[in-house]
Structure formats: C-alpha cells, structure tokens
C-alpha cells in the first residue's frame, strides 16, 4: 500500500499525488484489492461473537450517530460498513469525474452496521465493496477526463485541494487505510474480551 502520510498532513495533494505518479484506474484497482484483502485477513482468528464486541474507545465522537450513540465504541462490522461506504463513495466521484461530470451530490450509501453480525457478512460486504469498486473502475473512459474536478466547499479543497478522478478515488482509499489502527485494536479488544470470558 502506498504511504498516504504526505496526503494526510497537507504536504501534496492527492491530484498532485495522482499526477505525479501517472495513477491509472489499473493502479487504483490493484490498491483497492489490496485493501480489501489486508481487510479480509484481518478476520483470521475471530468469530461471529467478535463482530459484535463493543470496543473501549475513549476517543469515540460521531456527531452524525443516532442520539445516544454518539460516543460508542465501534465494532468491528461497524467499521468494515463505514471504511467500504467511503470508498464507494469515491469510487462513484471517480466514474463520474473520469466520464467528464463535475459531480456534488455525495453518492453515499452505508450498509446498516446492525447488520454485520457474523464473520460471513462481513466477508460478503468486503467483497461486494471489491466488486462494486472494480465496477466504478470500470465505467473510465479509455481517455479519462483528468481535468474535471468534484465540486466541494472552500474548506473541503483548502484543505485537501481539488480532486479528479483519480485523486478522489486516492482519497477514499486513504479514509479507508487510515482506519488500519482502529480495526486491529478492535480486533484485538474482540480477542482480548474472548479469553477474560
């Protein structure tokens, strides 16, 4: 995976990031499976009972959660449905800015985390997620519009700068590995919680 660091903390932008590299929708799936694979990986040694350990996390804040759920830990299958619904998201940004469309409206869905209760729905929404990333992929033009960017706020591209195609994809993908940490300490919360019981 690459090292998203210097996008992160503001020192290039992903569209610099993504022009200066040449990233081509083969190199974005190749990065995208490669997530969804560490991903999958991450589920060796759990159980259906893991996914719905309720971590400790002190740091926990989601001020768009439902009242009462704002500062809850999340659980593993709560985040696989988040990290994959940003990813789609730009994924669908990509199809749309590569085809030439400055989209705004965000094109998010996010599966109900509810939902991710067993270690086979969750390798399910892990690879749907890869299918329908692929897919987005998929819809580029042999010759991608690179000039189109998405339409966002003036703190939204101060802070990250304009996003083509490609850089937008980046950017999701980036959302996605930097909850990396947060994943392997929920799983290792799942395992911990396992042995006390």
Known sequence: MIDF??????????LEYAEREEISAKALRKL???????????????????????????E????YAVDGEERIGWTFGHLIAHVTASTEEAAAFSSLLARGVAASERPRYETPWR????????????????????AYLETWPDSPFLDVHRVVSERFAARFGNMNAPAAFLFGLSHEVGHYGQIKEVKQQALAARSVA
């Open 60 to 63: 926990a804040d989601d001020p």
């Open 5 to 14: 660091a210097p996008m992160q903390n503001g020192e290039i932008t992903y």
């Open 115 to 134: 939902d991710m209760t067993s270690i086979a729905k969750v390798r399910q929404r892990l690879e749907e997620s890869r299918r329908m990333r692929n």
């Open 32 to 58: 995208s499976d490669e997530s969804i694979d560490y991903l999958l990986a991450l589920l060796d040694g759990l159980t259906d009972a893991d996914m719905e350990n309720t971590p400790e996390d002190s």
